[in-house]
């Protein structure tokens, strides 16, 4: 019997897992199948299976680089400490941005303390810009943002982009950390430059040195560098300690990305996304003109809530002008004034949308914001938007100028001596440009100050030898003598030029 039963349970195990299987009512799609796009594979819409509502706990989470114990660590720390103020605002303000900064970290793997880095940068500030001219919330100089390619032109500057600015940052520590296979020496790079980094190795290596970060002669800045990120981390690992309170920022988008379809004013963004313009310039602080281009940058960031808001109202208005600004394109080089004047825009408007510095002269080819013919329905192309710059020349203030012609000028010669049109010599002296001149004869002309100042001179010094001669052949003529008739070409009396080399080649 035992046996019997042995021999049976088998069979009624695989009975019931058929039964048990057999009971299932699977579901099958209707259409063919699709495969799975590799931009859903690892995208940061797929939650994680530990999560946190604190994002301060998420980023001790993600904690990787090995830990710097020196002096310099903890006198940084003093130094955070003491000043309570100026880490809760700097931690406020990272509201805005540590969601997305931690958010990409994680998806490239890298360690999330670079998250803490923009406090050491820019106080988490967008706006922040240095003395040597580097932008935005990482602080990037102009040649390495295009490097890396954030754009800089007339109407935007990435290196202020929330997302593009990020992007190119975690780029750069990334190729940082590949060359130099060190999260420290990564970070000093970053701030003193990897050329640097990698002659101090080197000098190092020469000498039979280490060459860790600790071990490199560097300058005072970037030998601190690491240390304040160091104490950052500290400080956030474990705020009771330093009696530090940390705002409450949630493990959850602080803003969404929204498309653009067409040009759109700022202000009139803000209206639609109930928002004021100061928080959206906070989101999207690489816009510095009234207006977005929609071919250059067809998404903005908005508060989450309020991305929803603003694509309601936005469809609601979708029969209307979203843009009153556009681009203008100078043909010429010329005057603020005549741009003006041309674009339909009072000149200190025109000055204030543009950022026109006082005497200057907007160079061909510039491209400025200028009102918007409600007439016309069509988008600044993408070309302009990606890559319009506005360049300058020096304004030339010109002062009226008396001079004297020479023996055998003409009014070309006396132009091209001047550097001037000759039609405009013409127009000032009320003559012909095929009029004739005699020796002495005044002239007026428009010069720059230096070129004024020499002809002034020039004309000082021939004026007393011309009355001079006047005199002499005066009193000859009184007297009836035969001398004072007038002397043959090339004899003692006749002028000459006279002051030396021209004004325009003296400069």
């Known amino acids: 019997m035992k046996l019997l039963y042995t021999l049976l349970l088998p069979c009624v195990l695989v009975l019931t897992g058929c039964a048990t299987t057999a009971s299932i009512d699977p579901m099958y799609p209707d259409g063919p199948l699709k495969p799975l796009g590799r931009g859903k594979v690892g995208s940061s819409e797929v939650a994680?299976?530990?999560?946190?509502?604190?994002?301060?706990?998420?980023?001790r989470q993600g904690f990787a680089m090995p830990d710097l114990d020196q002096d310099l660590v903890r006198d940084r720390e003093q130094w955070y400490a003491a000043r309570p103020d100026y880490l809760q605002r700097m931690t406020e303000r990272s509201n805005k941005y540590l969601f997305h900064v931690v958010e990409e970290l994680e998806r490239r793997g890298m360690p999330t303390e670079l998250a803490l880095l923009p406090f050491i940068?820019?106080?988490?500030?967008?706006?922040?810009?240095?003395?040597?001219?580097?932008?935005?919330?990482?602080?990037?100089?102009?040649?390495?943002?295009?490097?890396?390619?954030?754009?800089?032109n007339a109407f935007r500057d990435d290196r202020r982009d929330v997302l593009a600015s990020t992007?190119?940052?975690?780029?750069?520590?990334?190729?940082?950390?590949?060359?130099?296979?060190?999260?420290?020496?990564?970070?000093?790079?970053?701030?003193?430059?990897?050329?640097?980094?990698?002659?101090?190795?080197?000098?190092?290596?020469?000498?039979?040195?280490?060459?860790?970060?600790?071990?490199?002669?560097?300058?005072?800045?970037?030998?601190?560098?690491?240390?304040?990120?160091?104490?950052?981390?500290?400080?956030?690992?474990?705020?009771?300690?330093?009696?530090?309170?940390?705002?409450?920022i949630e493990n959850h988008p602080y803003f969404q990305a929204v498309t653009l379809a067409h040009d759109i004013d700022v202000e009139l963004v803000a209206k639609l996304a109930d928002v004021s313009v100061k928080d959206f310039k906070a989101l999207n602080p690489s816009y510095h003109k009234p207006v977005i281009f929609a071919k250059a940058t067809p998404q903005i960031l908005l508060p989450w809530d309020n991305a929803k808001v603003f694509r309601r109202n936005l469809q609601a208005s979708a029969d209307g002008q979203f843009a009153s600004w556009t681009v203008w394109t100078a043909p010429t080089t010329i005057t603020v004034a005549e741009a003006a004047q041309r674009v339909g825009l009072g000149e200190a408007d025109l000055r204030a949308v543009n950022n026109i510095p006082p005497?200057?002269?907007?160079?061909?080819?510039?491209?400025?914001?200028?009102?918007?013919?409600?007439?016309?329905?069509?988008?600044?192309?993408?070309h302009v938007a990606d890559n319009g710059q506005i360049s300058f020349a020096p304004e030339i203030v010109t002062v009226r100028t008396t001079i004297r012609a020479r023996k055998r000028d003409t009014l070309v010669s006396v132009a091209s001596r001047y550097g001037v049109s000759l039609s405009n010599l013409a127009d000032w002296n009320d003559l012909k440009s095929t009029a004739s001149l005699h020796a002495g004869q005044s002239l007026i002309v428009y010069l720059p100050?230096?070129?004024?100042?020499?002809?002034?001179?020039?004309?000082?010094?021939?004026?007393?030898?011309?009355?001079?001669?006047?005199?002499?052949?005066?009193?000859?003529?009184?007297?009836?003598?035969?001398?004072?008739?007038?002397?043959?070409?090339?004899?003692?009396?006749?002028?000459?030029p006279r002051g030396g080399t021209p004004a325009k080649k003296r400069k």
């Not at 002269?361 to 192309?381: C, F, N, Q, Y």
């Not at 021939?462 to 006047?470: G, K, L, V």
């Open 48 to 59: 994680s299976l530990e999560t946190t509502g604190d994002l301060w706990v998420r980023i």
């Open 121 to 152: 940068e820019s106080a988490f500030n967008p706006q922040a810009v240095s003395s040597a001219k580097a932008a935005g919330m990482w602080q990037f100089m102009p040649a390495t943002g295009t490097y890396f390619d954030l754009k800089q």
């Open 449 to 496: 100050a230096r070129a004024a100042r020499a002809a002034r001179a020039e004309a000082q010094e021939s004026a007393p030898r011309e009355t001079s001669r006047s005199s002499r052949g005066a009193s000859k003529q009184a007297v009836g003598s035969k001398s004072a008739a007038p002397t043959t070409r090339g004899g003692k009396n006749d002028p000459k």
């Open 359 to 382: 005497r200057m002269l907007i160079k061909a080819g510039s491209a400025l914001i200028v009102p918007r013919d409600p007439s016309i329905k069509t988008d600044v192309p993408g």
């Open 167 to 248: 992007r190119a940052a975690l780029d750069y520590l990334q190729k940082l950390y590949d060359m130099f296979g060190d999260w420290h020496l990564a970070l000093a790079a970053y701030n003193w430059g990897e050329g640097s980094v990698g002659r101090a190795i080197k000098r190092n290596e020469k000498l039979g040195l280490p060459a860790g970060y600790t071990d490199l002669q560097m300058p005072a800045e970037t030998r601190m560098y690491v240390p304040k990120l160091q104490a950052i981390k500290n400080i956030v690992a474990n705020p009771e300690k330093f009696n530090a309170e940390l705002p409450v």
